[in-house]
């Protein structure tokens, strides 16, 4: 990695507007952004070395702040709507000149590195931001280039995070103060009014998002690992669900834990590091994740005590949306590449807080392709303000903020690779069995655990299935090391009755929800939705 740079030196950043800045520091080294950070008073260092920081006013993504730039040819191929909100040429240029005013005279950080871990799709990215800990952040959660890469590196995509940049607004377009921007003519993201790091790395995955299925990549909001026999598996899920938990296994080894492609040759990571979430994080519980926090991390917005600095992982104060930034290398047992085969075991990860959803069910294709399309998880009361009881949400493609294009275009991706690789879907429950969240436990995490490990070595192929007939799944009735009684929800419930109603209820919202996905997906697709009474 590079040292800082001369006064003098720019390394290009006049290229895109900008002009008249302070310092230009490029790919400092972990241990100097480390410094800085804290010099600046950007956070400090908690006993096991990572670096905590506060993002202030939000603690999470924006997604009512983020637009598209509404301009030829990406206009005609973008999936308009709620999720992608368009922006004006003339507000962009707007809103571009005055976060670039505001940089002037500032000492700038600058990341060159690549999202992507294939080098046929690697993208050349570079983000530049005015706060050390953001670089910080970059390092840890791109793909850092070799001495080599960084020499020849031309960005492809360039990222400019102004955090604390508050001097736009409704006048230039935007709903409020807070703003992420993407104008793909101009390959630039513009990040403002908002320090949450995690703006950067969705941006990064929504250019890939666009650029990739182009090209025939499926690419995926989904976690990834390998098994000591070389086999590779996906886990799609929301926030919640347990994707980056159930993926970090200490007897399989991490490729990603959140951003991955799926190309004719197999797939890649397009990040170099995780982003989890730490709420109620134990070393017990979660081994891997525990020891990978340590000097080089970042922990974001979790709660520290003043005087010992001892972290509290379950203190909520700040937000439940606690976060760990590390480098994959950190988890001992990762795939350095990046890199894994074609899967065959797809796990779709759903958070089911009505108590209705098997532990585990085997899709086929077609209900694969709706739950896809479906997204579905459940709001817990208490997560999220004015949320008082369990809420069914669904996001497309488990990722909808962050998909560019029609979600129906990654449906048929998903149907193609599946199908030609011969790969098996499972839809797993990691919610609440037996009844509602605040009436029963949550599923056991070693028992969803000793679920997808029978799934992975093939144990639950011959097993005896019972089918539920709202759903229409076929749910084992046996696994080695979880209790028969979990695996068929309706058993586990004291008033079957209720039960009942808790399905025929969900199920309505499943179907009121694919009403508009109708009119893109094949007659075996839409009927494999869930039948009603």
């Known amino acids: ?12 950043v006049e290229k895109i507007g900008l002009k008249n800045v302070g310092r230009v520091h490029r790919n400092l080294p972990m241990p100097a952004l480390v410094e800085m950070s804290v010099a600046r008073g950007e956070g400090y260092l908690a006993p096991n070395g990572a670096l905590v920081v506060h993002t202030g006013k939000f603690s999470g993504r924006s997604p009512r702040d983020k637009f598209t730039v509404d301009q030829a040819p990406s206009t005609q191929n973008i999936w308009w709507g709620p999720i992608n909100q368009k922006i004006s ?10 976060v670039f005013g505001y940089l002037q005279k500032r000492d700038l950080f600058i990341f060159d590195g690549f999202v992507g871990a294939d080098p046929r799709y690697k993208l050349p990215v570079r983000v530049i931001s005015e706060q050390a800990w953001h670089s910080l952040f970059c390092y840890t959660l791109f793909i850092r280039p070799t001495a080599e890469e960084l020499r020849a590196h031309e960005p492809k995509f360039t990222v400019v995070n102004a955090g604390r940049f508050l001097g ?3 006048a230039e377009g935007l709903r409020q103060e807070n703003f992420t921007l993407v104008n793909f003519e101009k390959s630039m993201g513009l990040v403002g009014g908002s320090e949450y790091a995690g703006e950067m790395k969705k941006s990064a995955f929504f250019i890939m998002n666009y650029l990739l299925p ?3 990549v499926f690419s995926m909001h989904c976690s990834a690992n390998m098994g000591q026999d070389g086999k590779t598996a996906l886990f799609f899920g929301l926030s919640g669900t347990g994707k980056t938990t159930l993926s970090a296994d200490p007897r399989r080894r991490l490729i990603g834990d959140d951003e991955h492609g799926w190309s004719d040759q197999g797939v890649f990571n397009f990040e170099g590091g995780c982003y989890a979430k730490t709420i ?15 000097f080089g991390s ?5 709660a520290v005590d003043p005087a010992t600095r001892e972290i509290d992982y379950a203190d909520q104060s700040i937000t439940e949306n606690t976060r760990a930034t590390y480098p994959t290398h950190f988890i001992e047992n990762c795939v350095i590449s990046g890199m894994g085969g074609h899967p065959e075991n797809v796990f779709f990860l759903t958070c089911d807080a009505f108590g209705v959803l098997p532990p585990i069910s085997k ?6 392709a709706y739950h896809f399309l479906s997204g579905y998880t459940a709001k817990v009361a208490g997560t999220e303000a004015g949320v008082t009881e369990p809420e069914a949400t669904f996001s497309t493609c488990f990722g909808a903020p962050f998909m560019a294009l029609h979600p129906s275009r990654y449906g048929e991706l998903l149907r193609e690779k599946i199908a030609k690789h011969k790969a098996q879907v499972w839809l797993v429950n990691t919610g609440w069995i037996g009844g509602s969240a605040g009436e029963v436990p949550r599923m056991p995490l070693k028992h969803t655990r000793g679920l997808l490990t029978a799934a992975l070595e093939g144990k639950l192929a011959k097993v005896e299935t019972q089918h539920l007939p709202e759903f229409g799944f076929y749910v084992p009735t046996q696994c080695p090391d979880v209790p028969s009684e979990l695996l068929v929800p309706r058993n586990m419930w004291k008033d079957a009755k209720k039960y009942d109603e808790k399905a025929r209820e969900l199920a309505g919202k499943f179907r009121e929800n694919f009403k508009r996905w109708e009119d893109r997906v094949s007659p075996e697709v839409k009927a494999a939705a869930p039948k009603e009474a």
């Not at 899709?363 to 694969?368: C, F, I, K």
């Open 1 to 12: 990695m590079a040292m800082a740079a001369s006064a003098s030196e720019t390394y290009g």
């Open 89 to 98: 040429v003339e507000n962009w240029d707007k809103i571009r000149e005055k």
């Open 168 to 170: 736009a607004g409704p």
């Open 214 to 216: 182009m090209q025939g």
């Open 280 to 294: 109620d994080l134990s070393r017990e519980k979660e081994p891997q994740i525990w020891d990978a926090i340590r």
């Open 298 to 302: 970042v922990l974001e917005n979790v």
């Open 363 to 368: 899709l086929t294709p077609e209900q694969a």
